[in-house]
């Protein structure tokens, strides 16, 4: 694995919090490839922000932040959008487009970000769709699946493009506990091949030396603040 960090936050601030975005305060992070870290918040919105920080989508008042050794701010609008293309995501709050199918919805991001074609993303698009047993829903509407089946569907969307960052914020909401340890295994594979990835957790207490987790970094991030309960 590379030694050069897939996520480095420095001295990050970020001021004039609102009811979508929270302050940030002097916030420093340093994510190696295959690393993990377990981020417990005292809101959804703070770790809303910081997800939005570390993939370039707002600008730090002050501090830097760099993926995979370059600064987002440095980094031209071509350069940028091929970055994101390397950052998978999950949101709490799902974003579906409700007028388009889930094919659609899930390739979004990589048909933005990436050359992929339709015929190779629905084929790895199918193979993820398997792989965590949820059924072939590519033709249907968000509207149409349960909660459940659309954070897995999250899954496959973050999952798609191999991602070197990995945003996970309540990744396990609303999925049962019999579909839970074959997304484990995703994260497992997708750090042992290098990809680094925060972890949002309501309670960290579940996680602490669970397998995949023995060696995960636990944060607390409040008021702004992010506490570390082991170093980065």
């Not at 490839?33 to 981020?39: C, N, Q, S, T």
């Not at 060696?215 to 991030?221: E, F, I, K, R, Y």
């Amino acid at each position: 694995m590379s030694e050069q960090p897939v996520l480095e936050m420095k001295q990050v601030t970020v001021a004039g919090a609102s009811a979508n975005v929270t302050a940030l305060t002097d916030v420093s992070v340093v994510l190696m490839p295959g690393g993990l870290l377990v981020l417990e918040p005292e809101r959804h919105v703070d770790t809303v922000s910081f997800y939005d920080v570390a993939s370039g989508l707002i600008s730090p008042d002050d501090g830097v932040v760099c993926f995979c050794g370059e600064d987002w701010q440095r980094m031209g609008l071509f350069s940028q959008s091929a970055a994101r293309g390397r950052v998978g995501r999950i949101f709490e709050v799902e974003g579906w487009v409700s007028n388009l199918s889930m094919f659609e919805n899930i390739a979004l991001s990589q048909r933005h970000h990436t050359m992929r074609s339709d015929r190779k993303l629905r084929k790895a698009i199918g193979a993820l769709l398997e792989r965590i047993g949820l059924r072939d829903c590519l033709a249907d509407r968000p509207h149409v699946l349960s909660r459940g089946e659309l954070r897995r569907a999250q899954w496959v969307r973050a999952f798609l493009g191999e991602a070197a960052l990995l945003l996970l914020n309540a990744p396990l909401l609303d999925v049962r506990p019999e579909d839970q340890p074959v997304l484990i295994d995703l994260v497992r594979e997708a750090r042992a091949r290098g990809a680094a990835v925060v972890w949002k957790s309501c309670d960290a207490a579940p996680w602490s030396g669970r397998e995949g987790f023995e060696d995960a970094v636990h944060g607390t991030l409040s008021v702004g603040r992010l506490q570390m309960s082991n170093p980065c």
